[in-house]
């Protein structure tokens, strides 16, 4: 008799820590952002997944529900490392899944912004770059600048994944 009641005990104890650990979805009152990103990675390939972190950032806010229009986000990406190599036009070919992402989220409102003086040290031009790209005079001081109007610093740091998901659920 004490071992079915045990196993009831057991069961209704799994059962109330199932209902009760379970996670809690909540709708964060979100406002409309001012966000700077400083990229400066150490490969050009890793433009890409950095821009999933604009996507991660503009998604959950265009959509209900919060509702906010593009245009009511400001987002800027500072680009001072060798992912800049990607916005030059004779990499177009190469780097082109990126840079039409890139014009994507410009076409949205997103501002990229290129260091003067990264540029000067690859050999590039203003002129050599897509047409949607700023040209500023420093990424530090840029950085700064938009720091101190009020705009939250997020800078993406990009892992190679080692586990596929399914591995690791």
Not at 36 to 45: G, K, Q, R, S
Not at 48 to 69: D, H
Not at 129 to 144: M, N
């Amino acid at each position: 008799m004490e071992k079915p009641l045990r196993r009831v005990a057991a069961a209704a104890l799994a059962a109330w820590a199932l209902a009760a650990g379970a996670g809690e979805r909540v709708q964060t009152p979100y406002t409309p952002q001012k966000v700077v990103f400083d990229f400066y990675f150490d490969d050009p390939a890793k433009i890409g997944p950095a821009l999933y972190w604009i996507r991660s950032l503009m998604n959950p806010l265009l959509a209900e529900p919060y509702g906010y229009a593009p245009e009511e986000l400001d987002i800027k990406v500072v680009l001072h490392g060798q992912e800049l190599v990607t916005l030059a036009r004779r990499n177009y070919a190469r780097y082109r899944r990126a840079v039409e992402r890139m014009r994507y989220y410009a076409d949205l409102g997103v501002e990229f912004r290129v260091c003067g003086l990264s540029l000067a040290d690859y050999g590039y031009r203003p002129q050599d770059l897509q047409d949607f790209v700023l040209v500023v005079p420093s990424a530090i001081t840029e950085l700064a600048h938009w720091q101190l109007q009020g705009y939250a610093l997020i800078r993406p740091r990009i892992l190679e994944k080692r586990y596929a998901t399914e591995e690791i659920r």
